[in-house]
């Protein structure tokens, strides 16, 4: 079975500083996406961004983008001139062949003055 | 475009009562799933679905059965709730080709006392 492993539970960001979340994963699959969800106070599940595993050049959408390591099963998020707005918690998940998302354990991000 | 709708959004029930949560998608997506969220556990899958009339467990099925007599709509039971099932429990709905990304419901937060 796919595992995902968020090892930072708290991470902290001062606004308009650079911050990286951690994820790694296990699979046997070779075809496989990789995701970043984000969920504010209001509990609703955004998606930040996404990877497919067969492209080697990494996923980027604005101030966020990816580091995909796919020997390594590492897939880190990189907020860019962090706003008070990207204080969330954040969920790394991983979909196969059996099209289900298996998410970790989140990281809570907080953004400070 | 609605997307994907849960009813009800917040419910309290006593030990040993029973209830239904109900998910409609009107994207005509042919999977849908049902989550649950807990502090620190990240979101599991609870049962799933790929077809209208079919139905299969996630990894944390016991205590719930579903239902998906319509393709629209997917619809989650708990037959005698207990303290253990409160949560946030989340519907999510895709097509069936990877990846074209999963759409989430709002959440219905459920508290058994």
């Known amino acids: 079975a796919q595992t995902v492993t968020q090892s930072q539970p708290e991470m902290s960001v001062q606004e308009a500083e650079t911050v990286t979340l951690s994820c790694t994963y296990d699979?046997?699959?070779?075809?496989?996406?990789l995701f970043w969800y984000k969920q504010p106070p209001s509990r609703q599940m955004i998606l930040v961004i996404r990877?497919?595993?067969?492209?080697?050049q990494n996923a980027t959408e604005n101030r966020f983008s990816v580091n995909f390591q796919k020997a390594a099963k590492s897939f880190s998020l990189k907020i860019s001139d962090s706003q008070l707005g990207d204080a969330a918690m954040y969920f790394c998940a991983y979909t196969g062949t059996a099209s289900k998302l298996t998410f970790g354990t989140g990281t809570r991000l907080q953004v400070t003055l | 475009n609605a997307g994907v709708t849960q009813t009800p959004k917040f419910r309290v029930l006593k030990t040993g009562q029973s209830m239904t949560l109900l998910c409609a998608q009107d994207m005509n997506h042919e999977y849908m799933y049902w989550y649950r969220q807990d502090p620190g556990m990240g979101l599991r899958l609870i049962h799933y679905?790929?077809?209208?009339?079919?139905?299969a467990k996630g990894e944390v099925p016991d205590g719930y059965n579903v239902s998906r007599l319509k393709k629209q709509n997917f619809l989650l039971g708990l037959e005698s709730a207990a303290p253990s099932q409160t949560s946030v429990y989340f519907c999510a709905s895709s097509f069936y080709s990877l990846p074209s990304g999963y759409t989430f419901g709002s959440g219905t937060r459920l508290t058994v006392v």
């Open positions: 699979t046997s699959e070779s075809d496989y996406y």
């Open positions: 990877q497919e595993a067969y492209k080697q």
């Open positions: 679905s790929v077809g209208e009339g079919t139905t």
